[in-house]
Structure formats: C-alpha cells, structure tokens
C-alpha cells in the first residue's frame, strides 16, 4: 500500500486557489517532518513549505502569504492551501516525509514519496 496518497491538483487561471491533500495511512507524520516539493519540467525539486512533529512550519519564500501547509492529527492527512496562484506555480508537487536531518528539509532527505499531483496555472 502506498503511504502517502495525495490528491487536489487540477488548472485554475492566475489567481486562483486549490488545495492539496497527503493522507498519511502509516502515520508518518507522527514522527518525521512532513513537506511539499514541487518539480517544475527542466527544474530541480525544491521545497515549497514543511512542518515539524510539534507543528512548527516554514513557508519558501517564493510562495509565503500565499501557500499555507497545515496537518489534521485525527484524519492524518496533510494540506497545503494555495491562494493567489501565479503561472509561476506550475509544477508536480509531492508529499514527503523526511528525516528530521536539515530545517527546511532537502529532497535528498525524503523517506516517503507521494505519487504526485500535477498543479497547471494559466495566465
């Protein structure tokens, strides 16, 4: 089974909002950092936000007062709330859990990948 399923992406025009899901059927996230990377065609995959065990968060700077990630314990699943999309956007992002090994974590860190959701913005 998949540990981490992700769902949510889709196309929307600039300006728009979606809002990306990462179940966490193993419970990863109980004791790793939990991220979202992105991976735009011809680029390398970065980190967009991350939050700890304890809920603390980073946002990148690239998507700060716009992208929100956040966690529901009960339904163990995480989110990330993307409003006032830019073309800029577009990318694969990914669910991760990572070792607790560098804040923000690096892909190279990742334990667990999601399989991926295509994110599209038009302009």
């Known amino acids: 089974a998949q540990q981490l399923v992700e769902s949510g992406g889709g196309s929307v025009q600039t300006g728009g909002s979606l809002r990306l899901s990462c179940e966490d059927s193993w419970y990863i996230g109980n004791t790793n950092y939990m991220a979202w990377f992105r991976q735009a065609p011809g680029k390398e995959r970065e980190v967009v936000a991350s939050?700890?065990?304890?809920?603390?968060?980073y946002h990148d700077g690239s998507v700060r007062g716009r992208f929100t990630i956040s966690r529901d314990n009960a339904k163990n699943t995480l989110y990330l709330q993307m409003d006032s999309l830019k073309p800029d956007d577009t990318a694969m992002y990914y669910c991760?859990?990572?070792?607790?090994?560098?804040?923000?974590?690096?892909?190279?860190?990742?334990?667990?990948w999601g399989q991926g959701t295509q994110v599209t913005v038009s302009s």
């Open positions: 991760a859990a990572t070792r607790a090994v560098n804040w923000p974590p690096r892909a190279q860190d990742a334990i667990y």
């Open positions: 939050i700890t065990p304890g809920g603390a968060t």
